[in-house]
């Protein structure tokens, strides 16, 4: 994929600016006015200026466009956990490839994306957002993303500085961490890519408490201004997270440049007025106005840039459903899966001719293929599982079995269920005024989820009208989840009411995504309608601007939740082979809130372990971003795991099981056997206080330094061939401490296959706190069966530095290293000595 666009040279070489000079030269309303965004996704243009809009969209899971484009199918990646299981800094660049290909397509300039917070706990709710629980994992693969997004021309935006590591309360708590380990933990991925030389950088929502300072992160000068731009020489954009920005002088003081999303905001008449009083310095806008427009020349939105080129039509680049950009998206996926177990050699699938196949699984119905919240992208297509094993094993006879609900909330109606009270399809709408008075009326015929903008601002509330048919004879159950205040009848009977009306927190915290539901019964002996009506509040978030909110689901008589076990059942155990897939799904993963626990939602559980009872050849495929404890694990003859795998769900499972491409990925993350063993169980704040009381210990090194057996450790993962390490090496490279590890491995297995080598270090007994071990290079490499390889990981001096607290800066203890290298973190091959000489 080439997105050619824009900028011909390299846009790093553009200096900046004489429009920086004129920009100075503008009125102070005019410049000030460039620091808040023109709408939610828009920066203000200035034509004198031949500055154009710039336009940033979400980020990570695919590019959903800007207000114009958002409605345009995305291509819908694998969630960044998987692809990073992928350990492959290659796949990290072909991704940026595609993401500026998408953006370009979309009319976006800044892609909100990377996020580099670690996976500190696993029940933190965008941890299928992060990379990896381990600080050098992520750092290698964000910069190999960034570099490749910006080298065609659209900006990356490296998030959420800093310590956005849970979502409970993530709008207010202060995060305390020792500055060693911030230095060398959740810094570290940061400072990475700031030196790989990212265009701009989003501040978290969350504050910071280091050093006796203690800020919000927009107001953070130590982190926006000493640390980041002084130490780290970062010439980019500071954003604010979006409506993170609280006040007006501190951000403006503390090195914040753009408060998103706009035109609203502390930002404006009030920042004027701080200047004009003194409190900001107009020397302090001209720098955020500079770097505004040095990015808007860093990608193309700045008339008379040399190496200006007008952006391809977005026809050029390649459709989300395309034969290329579908390949690649089945690729990904396939490459993140990790085999987890594989007995007998049940994968990949060998059937006799005719055989017969249970495919069962509330998750292979309907495959869970992103998590929720801001990074949501509409993909043109969701690749079946069904149909794409029926294509991949011709001659088989393929069966489809849900084994019961794993959700809790009922089905959404769908349209044909619905009419308004004159018997139109779709729902009634009345906008009342102050006075209930009816303003406006329209029908509403997309009942999947029903929002819907309200731009009148006289409109006071809403009232919706519906009939809904209850299909056949027996128990109905109503489910409908308004978004804040709300009184609700149906049939006339109040079914709930609240004045408790909301913002934009709702936003923040996605409940508006999954708001709970009030619940009506009916017991009918035949089919009916039921008339519901609601009194709804008009959400008013702010930037986010006006809507209303509800969702309405029913569920309708029909087999239970047991009654589906046992049909799955019966089908594993008359069919040659049973596959299971099970998960999560759009309840359980989500930005706005972290997880109560690791279980698997509904009766999962028993429906694995019940088919893996009656079928002896049954693969389960764990269709999860994050973990989920999995008690079956070592029961099963064959386990995936299969993340959540974008829009190319069924025809990634169908390559994996077939072996048409291997799932070779290994975890960027520990699996606990028991969530009693997790070194970090929560990411709850206390009293406003999130300690980050595990210091230096994050993930594996956790579990190593509490000495705890892991489901599978951190690099596991078994492919589809077996590997044989020999021959390590280690040397220093350059200047002192700079090492590389060189290790020849043999494709000791009968199939060609990708292996992932992990260098791993322990430090000298010298009395400094370090990590059991932890992890100093990778590298991944491909070996036809029988073949060798030889390769050269090297290691930077950072991996064997430590953050001296005394003198301020990094030191190098001198000593003896054990280099380990090995398939995972816990099965180490070979080891070799480095005397390392500062
Ligand atoms: C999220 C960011 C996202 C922004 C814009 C925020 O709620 O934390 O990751 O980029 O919204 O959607």
Redesign the pocket.
Known sequence: MSPNHMVTEPADTVTPLSPAATARSLPLDEKVRLLTGAGTWTLHSLPELGLRTITVS??PIGVRGGDDTSSLPSAQLPAPSATAATWDPEIQRRIGTLMASEARRKGVDVV?APVVNLQRTPVGGRHFECLSEDPTLAANLAVAFVESIQAAGVAACI??FIANESETERTEYIARIDERTLREVYLAPFEAVVEAGVWTL?AA?NGLAVGGVEATSTEHEVLLTDILRTEWGFDGVVVS??LATKTTDAPANAGLDLVMPGPLGPWGDALVDAVHAGRVSEAAIDEHVERIVTLAARVGALSGTPGLVEPAPAGDFPAPDSPEVRGLLTELAARSTVVLRNEGGVLPLDLPAGASVALIGPNAVKPFTQGGG?AFVTPPLVADPLAALVEALPGASVTLHRGGTAEATAPLVPLDRLSTPAGEPGLLVELLGDDDGVLEQFAVTDPARIWFPVQRTDAARVRLVAELELPGAGRHEIEIAPVGAHRVLVDGELVGESERRVGAEVV?DSSYANPPSLTAVIDTDETRSVTIAAELQIVDAESYGRFVRVHLRSRTPGRSVSEEIDDAVAAAASSDLAIVVIGTNSETES?GWDRPNLALPGRQNELVRRVVAANPRTVVVVNAGAPVILPWLDEAPAVLWWWLPGQEAGTSLAAVLTGAIEPSGRLPWTLPVDEADVPVPNGLPVGGYLDYIEGIHVGHRGWDRLARTPAREFGFGLGYTSWQYEALSVAPADAGAHAEASVTVSNVGGRDGREVVQVYLEGPDDGIERPVRWLAGSAVVDAAAGASVTVTIPIPRRAFEIWDLERGDWSLPRGEYRVRVGRSSRDLRLEAVLQVHP
């Open positions: 979400d980020g909100l998030k959420h989003m929502y997270d979006w801001s923040l930005e």
